[in-house]
């Protein structure tokens, strides 16, 4: 996708009368030669304005200036202007870099420089100041920046952050958790720790407290560039050593999860080669992205054909797979059911798992209820 085809939506703004740009991400982006994913427009159109001329739109919840609308095949967020000049706008915005907008017909319109910026490589702010007081969530996007686009940051820019470094405390933490996993996710990701250090701003982070303790254990984080958020946050518990370190962050339940099963498998990985129980346990997904975090650090890893090969050998996959279930426990012994069905359960599993019995119902049944003292 380009800032191209958000062109029909500027022309049929601008023919309603209205002015309108691209705006922001994509337009630095599109200077930067990098694929972008979302369009950001700006119009002096009011929300129910670009409500009555776009058929299909979505109001977002958080922001009655923002429209969500889909046309052309793409999808584009549409700010109203509020009455504001184009240019005054800009000059609010985080960066120079994202300070950027392109008309209609492809003209620049920079009023803070970012275009010199960019080329240059240089994180900037327009008032370095007053942006953070506007809104200290960018503290945190100057470091995700430096790590996604390594550009250097600009001095005066880096003073302001570590005179402001504490406000980052009072920002949402589901706005901190955006911003931190693409940190992460950078190849400058060194850097961006080191920028978290020196200014601060590490210290105050709401829901995960980055001191120079942890931020010097995150350095083992590679300078790999990776698109999964699973990924990031798997990063952070194995450096940390830690499988509660996510436990304050609004973050799904999944995810979470994810991230404390790769952590495990991780350590159980520095004394044993992938077998079979584990592997069952966790999952294809987990164990692939265990071996890429291995790999990623150096140490001898699997490719992910060859655990794939080895899960899809396994006796069975899941649960499900399994000749006898609880209930037909249950039916050959007349029994109550209590905990020692479930024991009985994951005997069998991990006996036919581990090759030890054949996945074969009246096999399983008999050793089962052996186990549990149930004949
Ligand atoms: P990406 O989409 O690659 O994550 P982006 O720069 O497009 O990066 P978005 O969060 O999509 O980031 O925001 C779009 C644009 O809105 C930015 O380029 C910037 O101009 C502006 N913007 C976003 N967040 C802020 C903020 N906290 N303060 C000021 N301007 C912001
Ligand atoms: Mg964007």
Known sequence: MTWV???????????SGHSAYVVGGAVRDFLL??????VDVASSAAADEVRRIFPKTVQMNNNHETVLLFHNGIQAEVTTLRG??????????????????????????????GQVDLEQGLLRAYDPARSFADD????????????????????LLKREMTQFAETIATVAKERVVKELWQLLAGSGVQG????????GVGLYLPGLRLGDVELKKLQTIPSVHWESECRSWAELLVSLRSADALSELPLANKTKQVGQQIWRMYQHRMRAALDDGSLYENGLEVAVLTEEIRKDRGLQALRAADVKAQFD?????????????GKDLLNA?????????????????YAVVTRQLEN????????????????
């Not at 396994?314 to 399994?322: A, G, K, Q, Y």
Request: negative net charge; charged residues 30%.
């Open 5 to 15: 085809q958000a062109i029909p939506i500027l022309k049929k703004l601008e023919e």
């Open 33 to 38: 030669q990098r694929p972008i994913t979302d």
């Open 84 to 113: 504001r000049e184009l240019k005054e706008d800009l000059q609010h915005r985080d960066l120079t870099i994202n300070a950027l907008a392109m008309d209609v017909h492809g003209e620049l319109i920079d009023p803070t420089g």
């Open 136 to 155: 200290p969530l960018r503290l945190l996007r100057v470091a995700r920046f430096h790590s996604e686009l390594g550009f250097a940051v600009d001095p």
């Open 192 to 199: 961006a720790l080191s920028l978290l250090c020196e200014t």
């Open 313 to 325: 050998s396994l006796p069975i996959t899941r649960r499900s797979e399994l000749a006898i279930s």
């Open 333 to 349: 012994c007349q029994d109550q059911p209590g905990p020692w069905l479930a024991e009985a359960l994951a005997f069998a599993e």
């Open 360 to 375: 074969k119902r009246e096999l399983l049944l008999k050793a089962a209820l052996k186990e549990v003292g149930r004949h």
